[in-house]
């Protein structure tokens, strides 16, 4: 009896304890809040935003007051480094970005000088794009994987003075131009292990920069704060270049108060603290990133997160387990890929009961999406699978947590929409250009499938007569640099950003997103399709990396070029006994076709019959950014392809069977060697019904 009262007193002074810690932190939790509510002004019910007070508009002000407010107590951003979680708080993190900044200066930067930043998402890039900020510069990110000529073009055409690099990869991409970027002062590196063994004056190190930094510190102590102070929201912030599909990338300018109110419009449909957690692995040479990454960081204080390396990031997320997340189309396309895979390997029950279950999430979130109310029956098993199967599949993926998922950049599939929806995690889709940020979300409890949601706060869109998506907010750009003219022809007569995407608002206010105006193919009949609809539904699949669809002109049904996801299907492959010795092997063993022809056939079954695919090749190949045959983003440069891939279209629709395929291979030492692959040209359905083509009408227009 009386360790039974002892055990009650200690289990009431355990809650007392608990309450009170939860009462304290829910006090500093409000108290951090009012903090950050008052960098708004003239807020309304019609403006929930409002105006941004003067001593919030830029990123480096922001960064100052998170700092101030958060200090030492709270993590600023977290890097994993050898395995290890390496935390770095506010004030560690704000002496590194005034450091770095006033080593720069030391070096010669000023005001509205231009600094390219390369290199993945790390620490280091933070403190660089905010210390030149902080400076009064502007900041352009450049694509890790970027080319010594795409790294030539976008430092040239900024008129850049220097360059913060992440390696040596991208150091010796630059030393390779140097000669050719004659106005560069330095290259700054921060994976200082990789170059340890190069001697040049042009060169320095991060540190090295930072040493300078301290030592002008001592000298000019309040020199960093006066310089940030400085700074207007007027000002421009960074360069957010254009994907370049069909011309040379633009430079668009991004103010300060563009980034700020793009990130405040966020904040009023996904509220998040400094108490949640941010996995930062989108490029931040990509305007979402920067917006709903890196100014929500100092903004809203949430806690950002850098993986260890790319190959890492499953696992790495899966140990943070975010609450917010942001990817692009293709990871998301790949973590359903990936589970789908898995199942293919995994023992019978558990295939067994993936399979069960999942089918009730479909069943689930097709109720939700038609907004009906769930039966008894669909909740139990909602219920039963959440034990069974949908929580630690969340886990496994890293996204436990997880409360606002979101994806931009290509149109995400509804097929993988609906997956996730399935399993219990909401995707929210987010539409939005370079220039303007985001346009339009879905919003917590009003997800429809199929469309990229409602505008954004104080965020005004309408179609035009022609169909194409018109925008204007206060998140536009300032213009594209050096290009007055593009500036002009980008809005109408009435200050309306044109997007150049074809759309339309559903009867609930939703926007539906279409495609490219200019990619929107007519068949000979009349009808019109989507070519990335049908793209995004074929890579749902876990056997395919890559599509591009095509049609129109003369080209009288539509035909897909697709790439295998080589390491799902050679697993397939495997344990079915089929062998092979290379992609190109793999790819025209008839067995794969067949496995492809399904895929086909079941986005063929949800599409009207103009919209059929009719015939298909598979290529001994995948698609390239280094090739020129997909933007930095990932994205099809269609007129490049099409003009490519030229004599394989021919062959399509001369109603072939094969296709002789020659591409080029290029030899570390230099040398260029070719192979040729003998490709074979599917036909869906009965051959016979496919229309007669004129081979001589086959010139593809000029898209470029």
């Known amino acids: 009896m009386i360790i039974l009262i002892i055990l009650v007193v200690l289990i009431a002074i355990y809650a007392i304890w608990a309450y009170q810690r939860h009462q304290k932190e829910e006090a500093e939790f409000q108290r951090i809040r009012r903090e950050i509510d008052s960098i708004f002004l003239e807020r309304s019910p019609e403006d929930p935003v409002g105006k941004i007070a003067p001593h919030s508009n830029t990123i480096p002000k922001n960064l100052l007051r998170s700092a101030k407010l958060f200090g030492n107590q709270y993590v600023a951003m977290r890097k994993k480094r050898y395995g290890i979680w390496q935390e770095y708080t506010w004030q560690e993190s704000l002496q590194h970005v005034r450091n770095f900044c006033l080593g720069l200066v030391s070096l010669g930067l000023e005001r509205n000088h231009k600094v390219c930043i390369v290199g993945d998402n790390d620490p280091e890039y933070y403190w660089a794009e905010m210390a030149v900020q902080s400076a009064g510069g502007v900041t352009i990110g450049i694509f890790t994987d970027a080319s010594p000529r795409e790294l030539e073009y976008l430092i040239n055409d900024s008129d850049a003075v220097f360059v913060v690099a992440q390696d040596q990869e991208q150091v010796d991409n630059l030393l390779s131009i140097r000669d050719k970027i004659p106005n560069i002062k330095h290259v700054v590196y921060w994976d200082e292990q990789s170059l340890q063994g190069y001697d040049d004056p042009w060169l320095l190190s991060f540190t090295k920069v930072q040493a300078l930094g301290e030592k002008y510190h001592e000298e000019h102590p309040t020199a960093f704060e006066e310089m940030i102070m400085q700074g207007d929201g007027e000002d421009i912030a960074i360069f957010s270049y254009t994907s370049g599909t069909t011309s040379l990338p633009k430079g668009a300018m991004i103010r300060h108060r563009n980034l700020m109110y793009g990130s405040l419009h966020a904040s009023q449909i996904a509220p998040i603290s400094h108490r949640d957690d941010y996995v930062s692995f989108s490029p931040l040479a990509w305007i979402t990133e920067q917006s709903l990454g890196l100014t929500r960081h100092v903004v809203d204080g949430m806690v950002v997160n850098f993986p260890e390396k790319a190959e890492t990031v499953q696992n790495d997320i899966r140990e943070i387990a975010p609450v917010i997340l942001l990817f692009p189309s293709r990871l998301w396309e790949s973590l359903v890929s990936m589970v789908q895979a898995r199942m293919v390997d995994a023992p019978w029950i558990n295939r067994a009961l993936y399979r069960y279950f999942l089918g009730i ?194 080209m009288p049904y539509v035909s897909v070029l697709i790439t295998l996801n080589f390491d799902n299907v050679a697993r397939w492959a495997e344990k079915r006994g089929i062998s092979f010795t290379t992609l190109a092997d793999l790819s025209q063993k008839p067995q794969v076709a067949e496995l492809i022809l399904q895929d086909i056939q079941r986005v063929n079954h949800d599409m009207p019959p103009a919209g059929h695919i009719r015939r298909f090749v598979i290529l001994p190949r995948v698609f390239d950014p280094d090739e020129e045959e997909l933007t930095r983003t990932r994205k099809l440069r269609r007129g490049y392809m099409e003009k490519k891939y030229g004599d394989v279209l021919d062959a399509i629709y001369s109603n072939k069977s094969t296709v002789l395929m020659r591409a080029e291979v290029r030899y570390r030492d230099g040398r260029v060697g070719y192979t040729e692959t003998e490709v074979n040209i599917i036909t869906v359905g009965d051959p016979a019904t496919l229309p007669a083509v004129d081979p001589s009408s086959l010139a593809l227009p000029d898209t470029n």
């Open 361 to 554: 999430g479909y069943r689930i979130a097709d109720y939700e999406n038609e907004r009906k109310a769930l039966p008894l029956l669909l909740r139990f098993q909602r219920w039963l699978g959440e034990i069974a199967l949908f929580a630690a599949l969340r886990d496994k993926m890293g996204l436990s947590r997880l409360r606002f998922g979101y994806t931009s950049g290509a149109s995400l599939s509804p097929d993988v929409l609906r997956f996730f929806r399935a399993i219990n995690v909401e995707l929210y889709q987010l539409y939005g250009s370079t220039e303007c940020q985001g346009h339009t979300a879905h919003y917590p409890n009003d997800v429809r499938l199929g469309t990229v949601g409602r505008p954004l706060p104080t965020v005004d869109v309408k179609i035009a007569d022609n169909g194409e998506i018109l925008v204007k907010s206060r998140s536009v750009f300032a213009g594209y640099y050096k290009k007055e003219n593009k500036t002009a022809e980008a809005f109408t007569p009435d200050g309306y950003f044109r997007t150049g995407d074809a759309g339309y608002i559903n009867e609930e206010g939703h926007l539906v997103y279409l495609d490219r105006m200019k990619d929107m193919i007519q068949l000979a009949n009349g009808e019109s399709f989507s070519p990335q609809y049908i793209e995004g539904r074929l890579k749902f699949s876990p056997y395919i990396q890559d599509a591009m669809a095509v049609g129109g002109f003369d």
